[in-house]
């Protein structure tokens, strides 16, 4: 993963990007995991766009990238990137590491992921910017300045919905493990082009909490809706 991630030039986005997900199969094999993914005719057909999330842990990331066919990077928090295999993982789709704590450097990443995304790149954004409740299918509050990239691009932003995806490292237990990854309908950018960051913000955070609560009820067309 080292090698290919160090040489983009002889390794095309579409190889690495399906190495990861090799990778995260064989995890998933030997943890015992299954993620189920639902939505996938949601994502937009031609372009780049921007998915953000609820965020669980450590498995989030990699539950989508399993469930979502074409190639798609990441922005996360630099202090949680460069373990052992994360650092691989994201380097490999060459992804962000945002420093919360650096106004400047932040502001960077921002510009990068919109110029990216206007060339047609995807890219997973974890809203809240981290998972301190640690409380099961709990989604915390969303942070409006994450959207900006995506408003800038004027990309579409999917809502995606994520279940279970706690359990994969907080369940200290042989059992088997079930996740599941749903992808809402896109707000497009004559949707959203009037709005504030604030209101955008607000408006994926209801959907996608709404979603997780119909999913874990097991209601997943409705969940769909949101």
Known sequence: MGYYSRHPEKYSERFRYEYDRYAINLMK???????????MENLPKDGGYVMFSNHQGKYDALGIMH???????????????????????IDLVEGKRLKLDNLKQAAGII???????????????????????????????FKPGAFKSAMRAKAP??????????????????????????????????????KKSVEISSIVYNRICSAVDFAQKGEFDKALMQ
């Not at 469930?67 to 993982?89: E, I, N, W, Y």
């Not at 919109?114 to 709990?138: A, D, M, Q």
């Open 29 to 39: 094999k030997t943890g015992r995991i299954t993620t189920e993914g639902f939505g």
């Open 111 to 141: 510009k990068e992921v919109t110029e990216e995304v206007k060339k047609g790149r995807k890219f997973i954004i974890f809203p809240s910017g981290g998972y301190e409740h640690r409380n099961g299918n709990y989604v915390d509050e």
């Open 67 to 89: 469930t979502h066919d074409t190639p798609c990077s990441v922005v996360m928090d630099d202090a949680r990137s460069h373990g052992p295999l994360v650092k691989q993982f």
């Open 157 to 194: 932003i999917v809502p995606v919905a994520i279940v279970d995806s706690w359990k994969v490292f907080d369940l200290w237990s042989l059992r088997k493990v079930k996740t599941e990854v749903f992808y809402l309908k896109p707000m497009f950018y004559d949707e959203y082009k009037d």
